[in-house]
């Protein structure tokens, strides 16, 4: 049994997974990958946070924030 079932390891899945980890909810995150469509762009510009940085960049900086939380 789970609190929470989270579809997707996108931007949004990602945050959603890190707050989840936050308040020691019991949740599953369902995904083929991390980064979602973020992982396969070029770049990426403005985004909260960088000014510019790659796709696959930032999609490793969201898996190093999901372990850091042990997602």
């Known amino acids: ?8 390891a996108g931007p949004a899945g990602i945050t959603a997974a890190v ?3 936050r308040k020691k909810m019991g949740f ?7 980064g979602g469509q973020t992982a396969w762009s070029g770049d990426v510009e403005n985004y909260t946070g ?3 940085i790659t796709g696959p960049e930032l999609a490793h ?3 190093e924030h999901m372990q850091h939380y042990d997602v």
Do not use: E, T
Not at 1 to 8: T, V
Not at 28 to 34: E, F, L, M, R, T
């Open 61 to 63: 900086k969201f898996q």
């Open 28 to 34: 599953i995150v369902v995904s083929k990958d991390i």
């Open 50 to 52: 960088y000014q510019f």
């Open 19 to 21: 707050y989840a980890a």
């Open 1 to 8: 049994m789970h609190d929470l079932i989270i579809i997707g």
